[in-house]
């Protein structure tokens, strides 16, 4: 079974729908993420969250708002979808440096990815 | 602000041919830098992770340097394969915890 888990994996809605992303991981991490990527771009950081209480903008957070419901659940929403936020958007996971590694910032794991079209 | 760049956007290569890839950053105040394969409508798979204090990393055919000072990592793919067809991204995690992503590279091994 996949580590990180994204659902839906293709979804198609119209303009002004209020959509729901879903991303599970069984890692046991403590940081998850959301992305965003557009064709010819790289991927642009959306919301993290480095634990359950814990929820932070990055870099084009307009127009998403998201929600950690557990360790392991980290959800998108889109309150009104506009047709700029087609795009293929990804979920990743990263544990926590120990005190021990000052410095040291471990890798991030991704989800398969949600391709969602807006119309 | 960092910026990550990428090149070339796109190579091809004849299979066998040993190849590199090229990543450049802006700022050299970075955590560590990671390097990426994302297949066609897939997700990402991470390749190899280089910490700050790290000069290269190495798993099997791959092969990954950063220079801090000069902004520049280079991913070395040896004897190359078909199946390495794919998009290579490298990322570098700034100050801030966050990763900032270049464009990628695709890349095409010819049989």
């Known amino acids: 079974d996949a580590d990180v888990t994204q659902t839906p994996r293709n979804r198609i809605t119209k303009t002004g729908k209020r959509i729901m992303l879903e991303c599970s991981q069984t890692?046991?991490?403590?940081?998850m993420y959301w992305y965003r990527q557009d064709p010819g771009l790289g991927l642009r950081l959306i919301y993290y969250?480095?634990?359950?209480?814990?929820?932070n903008k990055g870099e084009i957070s307009d127009g998403y708002s998201v929600s950690r419901q557990a360790q392991a659940k980290f959800s998108l929403s889109l309150e009104s979808a506009i047709p700029n936020q087609t795009a293929l958007y990804f979920c990743?996971?990263?544990?926590?440096?120990?005190?021990?590694?000052?410095?040291?910032?471990?890798?991030?794991?991704f989800g398969p990815g949600t391709r969602l079209t807006v119309l | 602000k960092q910026e990550v760049t990428q090149i070339p956007a796109a190579l091809s290569v004849p299979e066998g041919e040993n190849l590199v890839l090229n990543c450049s950053f802006t700022?050299?105040?970075?955590?560590?830098l990671q390097w990426f394969r994302q297949d066609p409508g897939k997700g990402l798979t991470s390749l190899l992770l280089?910490?700050?204090?790290?000069r290269e990393q190495t798993s099997g055919r791959l092969n990954a340097s950063l220079d801090k000072s000069s902004g520049r990592s280079t991913l070395y793919i040896a004897a190359s394969q078909p199946g390495d067809s794919a998009t290579y991204l490298c990322?570098?995690?700034?100050?801030?915890?966050?990763?900032?992503f270049g464009s990628g590279t695709r890349l095409l091994v010819r049989p």
């Open positions: 990743a996971t990263s544990d926590t440096a120990g005190p021990s590694e000052p410095g040291v910032y471990n890798e991030q794991f």
């Open positions: 890692k046991g991490h403590d940081r």
């Open positions: 969250s480095f634990d359950v209480k814990d929820i």
């Open positions: 700022d050299s105040a970075i955590y560590n």
């Open positions: 280089i910490q700050s204090s790290q």
């Open positions: 990322a570098v995690r700034d100050s801030s915890y966050k990763l900032i």
